[in-house]
C-alpha cells in the first residue's frame, strides 16, 4: 500500500518560490507503474493538476503553470519535489501530492500553503 | 485544452434518494474519466475509474456510466456518508494531462 506525505513551509512570501517535498512509502518511485504528480486546491474552490513526472524523468505540466513549475526526483530518498515561483496570493492552496495513471489512486493528506508577506 | 463541466453545481437530496451527476468533456475522453468524492478537510478518494469501473472498496450503490463526452456518476439511495463534493477528472493521452471538473455538491434536502 503507497504512502505518500508532503513537506514543506507552510507560508511563502509574494515573489518567491514555492518548495514542497513529497516522501513515497510502500513502494518505489522508480516504479514504472505510475506519474508522480502534483494537484492543489485553494480554498474552497476545485481541484488542479499542476504536472507530474515519469520514472524515466519526463515531465508534464499544466499550460497555465508550466513557466513557473519544476518537479524532479529523487530516487535516493524515494521522493520528488514541487517548485512554484514568484508567487502570488492565488497560488494559497492546499498542495496534493499523488500517484496518477488515467485516474488518481494514491494522494497524500495535502499541505496548506499560504502565500503571504 | 479539454474542458470538464459539471452539473448541478449543487445537488440537494434526501437521505435514501437517487443522485444523478453530470459532466460533460469539451471535446471526447474515450473511457479515459473518473470520480471523486471529497469531504471537508480530507484528499479526494477515488470512488470510478475507466467511466465505470468501481475502484477497490467503493460501495455498489455508485455507478458511472458514459463515454466520449457525456458521462454520469449516479448513487442509488444516498447514505448520510455520501454527502460531500464530486469531480469528475479526465486524462488526455498525449501529452499527458489531467483536468477537473469544478465539483457538485451533494447536501441533505
Known amino acids: 500500500q503507497l504512502q505518500l506525505q508532503e513537506s514543506g513551509p507552510g507560508l511563502v512570501k509574494p515573489s518567491e518560490t514555492l518548495s514542497l517535498t513529497c516522501t513515497v512509502s510502500g513502494g518505489s518511485i522508480s516504479s514504472s507503474s505510475y506519474y508522480w504528480g502534483w494537484i492543489r486546491q485553494p480554498p474552497g474552490k476545485g481541484l488542479e493538476w499542476i504536472g507530474s513526472?515519469?520514472?524515466?524523468?519526463?515531465?508534464y505540466y499544466n499550460p497555465s503553470l508550466k513557466s513557473r513549475v519544476t518537479i524532479s526526483v529523487d530516487t535516493s530518498k524515494n521522493q520528488f519535489s514541487l517548485k512554484l515561483s514568484s508567487v502570488t496570493a492565488a497560488d494559497t492552496a492546499v498542495y496534493y501530492c499523488a500517484t496518477l495513471t488515467t485516474y488518481i489512486d494514491y494522494w497524500g493528506q495535502g499541505t496548506l500553503v499560504t502565500v503571504s508577506s | 485544452e479539454i474542458v470538464m463541466t459539471q452539473s448541478p453545481a449543487t445537488l440537494s437530496v434526501s437521505p435514501g434518494e437517487r443522485a444523478t451527476l453530470s459532466c460533460r468533456a469539451s471535446?471526447?475522453?474515450?473511457?479515459?474519466l473518473a470520480w471523486y468524492q471529497q469531504k471537508p478537510g480530507q484528499a479526494p478518494r477515488l470512488l470510478i475509474y475507466?467511466?465505470?469501473t468501481r475502484a477497490t472498496g467503493i460501495p455498489a450503490r455508485f455507478s458511472g456510466s458514459g463515454s466520449g463526452t457525456e458521462f454520469t456518476l449516479t448513487i442509488s439511495s444516498l447514505q448520510s456518508e455520501d454527502f460531500a463534493v464530486y469531480y469528475c477528472?479526465?486524462?488526455?493521452?498525449?501529452?499527458?494531462?489531467?483536468?477537473f471538473g469544478q465539483g457538485t455538491k451533494v447536501e441533505i434536502k
Open positions: 477528472q479526465q486524462y488526455n493521452n498525449w501529452p499527458p494531462a489531467w483536468t
Open positions: 475507466g467511466a465505470s
Open positions: 471535446q471526447s475522453v474515450s473511457s479515459n
Open positions: 513526472i515519469y520514472y524515466s524523468g519526463s515531465t
